[in-house]
């Protein structure tokens, strides 16, 4: 536990392998303070802080969900999580930027102070008027995208996408800073994001704005001060933009790791598709009470994502030693259970006052449904360890089975009788099927695939998981 421990902090940067190999201090009298002066100063610390940071975060994450969910309201809720289980499905590809733009900048690809400045605004301008044409489109399709997502105001579904696309400007500026060892400024992007979130959907719920307003101000609205915000950090960081930039194309950091992106993004369809189909088949009030069921129940699936960080670059550099790798997945796999058991038998036991405790208003109508619903995410969890390793060992073929899995996500609602519980069981059952094949296929995997991970690509894309985790709101 303590060396998984040690590694999940070490894995919070692309750039903290750079202290292996450094020799310890000796044992004479002077050692201890010489051990802590050189550990102050390490990227491991350094890394350390960024963990933190990422935790703070993920609980601003958390307050701003329950703290909407009170103010709007069950039924009004149902919407709100529906419009951000896109943007979180959106993040997804957005962090694999992040994590190459990483890679690009510690490797000096996109050259040094001002280069790297340049390279970065002229990624951002693009990103910017990428946004700007994703969103004339979707104000055009608003009709459309309102339908699709169950959403009352049109011009507040048409904001959805362009969120998700605003977010890749926030993305790409921290994978530079952390290129150039600025975990320090991360940390502070992370938390201010959150902070910001939490206080302008706040702000706006107070006023009593409606749920597309809220919306807007939480999400879209909150990521532009975090933006120039960052955007100013950087510049003080690597100077002015004022050399040419280098050639270095977003299309090329975008398809640099195309297997991981496709497979966090099923994973991330796999997780959320549920709360938007509900929407088609429910009432507000009861698809909003399943989206709050949702959240209590994605506990495990947060622990998953943890240990995920861990079990992927070990795996991949085993799998280089020509190791058999398959006890990590056995080791993160019963961890996980250690903590999925208790959840389980709270949300068993106790499901009605959780969720009232919890969001209070209407959320006690998905009680039935809780115990089932988190039974699901732990098999789904599962699945998620499975993919891990997979990715590890270069596999390719689990991508079919995720596809399924996706696919028959909303399949799975429309097939429900009157009552969430049934929506739930059939998660269950889909989810526990595609964790078996997920396991049969990791198990039988004893060597590499075709083209296995490097550890460094492995250390990159952990990272941008566990930053897709602390960026997205909870929906």
């Given amino acids: 536990m303590v060396r998984l421990l040690s590694r999940l902090l070490r894995l919070a940067t692309p750039c903290s392998a750079s202290v292996r190999g450094v020799p310890e201090p000796s044992d004479s009298p002077d050692a201890g303070q010489t051990r802590r002066q050189k550990a102050r100063g390490s990227h491991t610390v350094r890394a350390a802080g960024v963990a933190s940071a990422q935790m703070v975060a993920n609980v601003l994450a958390l307050l701003t969900t329950v703290a909407l969910a009170r103010a709007l309201g069950t039924s009004d809720y149902g919407e709100l999580a529906r419009m951000i289980s896109v943007v979180t499905i959106l993040i997804v590809p957005a962090s694999a930027l992040q994590a ?262 209407q959320a006690k109508l998905a009680a039935p449904a809780l115990p089932w619903l988190a039974a699901a995410m732990t098999f789904l969890s599962v699945a998620y360890l499975s993919m891990q390793f997979l990715l590890a060992l270069g596999k390719r073929l689990f991508l079919a089975v995720m596809t399924v899995g996706a696919i028959a996500v909303p399949a799975t609602v429309a097939l429900r009788d009157s009552s969430l519980r049934s929506v739930s069981i059939g998660l269950l059952v889909l989810d526990a099927a595609l964790a078996a094949v997920m396991l049969m296929l990791s198990y039988s995997a004893r060597k590499p695939g075709a083209h296995p991970f490097a550890v460094d690509d492995a250390d990159d894309i952990a990272f941008a998981e566990a930053s897709a985790a602390a960026e997205a709101a909870i929906p």
């Avoid at 009593?208 to 915000?229: D, E, H, K, M, R």
């Avoid at 506990?299 to 398959?326: N, S, T």
């Fill in 100 to 361: 190459a733009a990483a890679r690009d900048t510690t490797l000096g690809r996109l050259g040094t102070g001002g280069h790297a400045a340049a390279t970065l605004h002229a990624w951002i301008i693009r990103v910017l008027i990428l946004t700007l044409g994703v969103l004339v489109i979707c104000l055009l399709l608003r009709d459309s995208l309102a339908s699709l997502l169950q959403v009352s105001q049109p011009w507040a579904a048409a904001l959805v996408i362009p969120a998700g696309c605003l977010w890749t400007a926030l993305a790409l500026q921290r994978g530079v800073l952390l290129g150039v060892g600025a975990y320090k400024l991360v940390g502070f992007s992370l938390i201010g994001e959150q902070g910001f979130r939490l206080i302008f959907g706040l702000v706006a719920a107070l006023l009593g704005a409606q749920v597309g307003l809220i919306f807007f101000c939480s999400v879209p609205l909150a990521t532009a001060p975090i933006i120039l915000v960052t955007g100013i950090l950087t510049r003080r960081r690597l100077g002015r933009s004022d050399h040419r930039p280098q050639r270095s194309r977003l299309r090329e950091l975008a398809v640099r790791n195309p297997i991981p992106v496709a497979a966090l993004t099923l994973f991330a369809v796999l997780q959320n598709a549920d709360v938007i189909a509900v929407g088609h088949f429910f009432s507000t009030t009861v698809s909003g009470a399943y989206a709050q069921a949702a959240v209590a129940a994605k506990g495990v699936v947060w622990v998953a994502i943890g240990l995920g960080l861990y079990l992927l670059p070990e795996a991949a550099r085993e799998a280089a030693k020509g190791v058999d790798a398959r006890h990590l997945l056995t080791r993160t796999s019963g961890l996980l259970m250690i903590v999925a058991v208790p959840i389980l038998a709270i949300f068993t036991l106790i499901p009605e006052q959780i969720l009232t405790l919890v969001f209070s208003d």
